[in-house]
Nanobody
Framework: QVQLVESGGGSVQAGGSLRLSCTAS????????MSWFREAPGKEREPVAA??????YYVDSVKGRFTISQDNAKNTIYLQMDSLKPEDTAMYYC???????????????????WGQGTQVTVSS
């Protein structure tokens, strides 16, 4: 069983930066898909970014501002968030699953393993 632990959230002003971390433990393999989702109050959980050993993925709203990376030696992925906006305010969750062809990375219902979340608050 895989466990995920996120860290790095906090409060920043618009235009600032934060780096989130997600460390996996247990039966986790580097072949997995690792993803970030976020959920703002009153809104549905939405995708942010994902990474496999082949490539990263981003939603349009964060392209050019967020960078996802992976350190396999540490079983950790990172989400570097720059030029933050108030609309980025949300609880950010890390999730993982096996890579499956024809199953898009951005569907949260396809993931069974989630971290506890880390809060990101961006003030204007």
């Amino acid at each position: 069983q895989v466990q995920l632990v996120e860290s790095g959230g906090g409060s920043v002003q618009a235009g600032g930066s934060l780096r989130l971390s997600c460390t996996a433990s247990g039966a986790w393999g580097t072949q997995n898909l690792m993803s970030w989702f976020r959920e703002a109050p009153g809104k549905e959980r939405e995708p942010v970014a994902a990474i496999t050993i082949y490539r990263p993925y981003y939603v349009d709203s964060v392209k050019g501002r967020f960078t996802i990376s992976q350190d396999n030696a540490k079983n950790t992925i990172y989400l570097q968030m720059d030029s933050l906006k108030p609309e980025d305010t949300a609880m950010y969750y890390c999730a993982t699953r096996a890579i499956r062809n024809n199953v898009p990375w951005y569907r949260p219902n396809e993931y069974s393993t989630w971290g506890q979340g880390t809060q990101v608050t961006v003030s204007s």
